[in-house]
């Protein structure tokens, strides 16, 4: 492996020294955060050949007009325009792909003013750039200690710093209001930079972050997520999720936003199953809801309250009917009559094995471990038996006399035919 090869996910690229010396840096898909998929590659569409999209650190990225003249294409280090001096990023999208992105974002061509790309970036750019970069982890730490000193209460997650050097964008997390005028003037005077403070919530600072989620793939908030909206408990009860603080919640110590993503459907099979909110009425007794199976529309009903071991299934449409005839005072025969009752299903998190299946193994092991290492002990006559006898041995030719070289003290005459099955050991007479 390369030492001098380093990957730097947080923006997408690669970067490396050549032999001779030149710093090159490339563009590396895949690999940055809120990566768009360009499904319309090869497509010429002429409106959009001067529109292309930037991207920075971490979820940081716009859409810029090119103004050099210069052929500009996917993977360029580009030099863009600014608030103050120049910034430096990478081109992630071209051509009528970055009209979709432009609508997404609610962006009209005509009216919006675009900033501009400047010209490709040189050397002298790119390792401007990498000096800045160095810098970043040393003042993110050195600005926490700043803010603990002077008793503010907030979080600086992360800092980036601009293209040219010379300004860093502070990123902080903080329940209320903070002044920042004291902290400011000492971050000024501390790295001799010009200061832009951007408060995220918890959800933006694990976007920023990155990292697997409980389902073993990337964060959505880092993968595709660039609005965030409200999560509530009311999305956990209606798909019947218990409430259980520590897998509801994500990495970011708030309501995980997958919570959203079925609540529609849930919603939707909801509408169709009755609130039963007394127990149905039977020729034979009461019927008690146990259950729900809300995307089957299915309704569990018991005869007793207090147990789980019969229960009727019915579909939600039946359920309605039950609940009108009981209204118009009439009574179904019984649910035994059509249904079989079924037991709970219940799955274990590792499948149907038992807590103790492994010690029938453990047992077996142990017998043959004690029948291996008798030492001393004697042994019972079956045993010495079944080691005494032959491999293979051809029956007794005249019945009832006895066995001549083989173990003493057995007789001939067995029910076959007078031969004697050799599987087995036999006992004395």
Not at 42 to 69: A, C, L, M
Not at 122 to 139: M, P, S, V
Not at 256 to 274: F, G, V, W
């Amino acid at each position: 492996m390369n030492e001098s090869k380093k990957y730097d996910c947080s923006r997408g690229c690669v970067v490396e020294r050549a032999e001779s010396g030149e710093l090159e840096c490339t563009y590396r898909q895949g690999c940055c955060k809120l990566e768009v998929y360009d499904w319309l590659e090869g497509v010429n569409q002429e409106q959009y050949d001067e529109f292309f999209e930037v991207r920075f650190k971490n979820t940081r990225k716009g859409i810029y007009k090119n103004g050099s003249g210069q052929s500009v294409k996917t993977g360029d280090l580009v030099i863009v325009e600014a608030a103050n001096g120049h910034d430096l990023g990478i081109v992630t999208l071209e051509g009528p792909i970055v009209g979709r992105q432009m609508k997404c974002k609610r962006i009209n061509p005509e009216t919006y003013e675009f900033k501009r790309i400047y010209r490709k970036a040189k050397l002298f750019d790119i390792e401007r750039w990498q000096e800045a970069i160095a810098r970043e982890h040393e003042t993110m730490i050195r600005s926490r200690q700043i803010a603990a000193e002077l008793g503010l209460e907030m979080k600086i997650g992360d800092v980036e710093f601009q293209g040219d050097g010379t300004k860093a964008i502070f990123y902080y997390i903080a329940d209320g209001r903070v002044d920042f005028r004291q902290l400011i003037k000492v971050f000024a005077e501390e790295f001799r930079i010009r200061i832009e403070m951007k408060q995220i919530g918890a959800r933006q600072e694990a976007g920023l972050i990155g990292g697997l989620g409980v389902c073993g793939r990337e964060l959505c908030c880092s993968n595709y997520i660039s609005s965030f909206q409200s999560i509530t408990t009311s999305a956990a009860r209606c798909q019947d999720l218990s409430l259980n603080p520590q897998k509801l919640a994500g990495q970011c110590g708030k309501l995980k936003c997958c919570l959203n993503y079925e609540t529609a459907a849930y919603m939707d099979a909801q509408s169709r199953i009755p609130k039963v909110h007394n127990p149905l009425e039977f020729e034979d007794g009461l019927a008690y809801l146990m259950k729900t199976d809300i995307l089957r529309e299915i309704m569990y009903f018991s005869y007793d309250p207090q147990s789980l071991a019969n229960l009727y299934p019915l579909y939600a449409e039946d359920v309605w009917d039950i609940i009108r005839m009981n209204r118009n005072g009439e009574k179904p025969e019984s649910l035994k009559n059509d249904t079989e009752p079924i037991a709970p299903e219940f799955v274990t998190a590792v499948g149907d094995d038992a807590i103790n299946r492994f010690d029938e193994a453990r047992k077996r092991k142990k017998k043959k471990k004690s029948r291996g290492g008798n030492g001393g002990q004697k042994k019972t006559q079956n045993e010495a038996a079944a080691e005494n006898k032959p491999v293979e041995q051809k029956p007794a030719e005249n019945v009832g006399e006895k066995k001549q070289g083989g173990n003493k003290g057995h007789k001939g005459g067995h029910k076959n035919n007078g031969n004697r099955r050799n599987d087995r050991p036999k006992k004395e007479e």
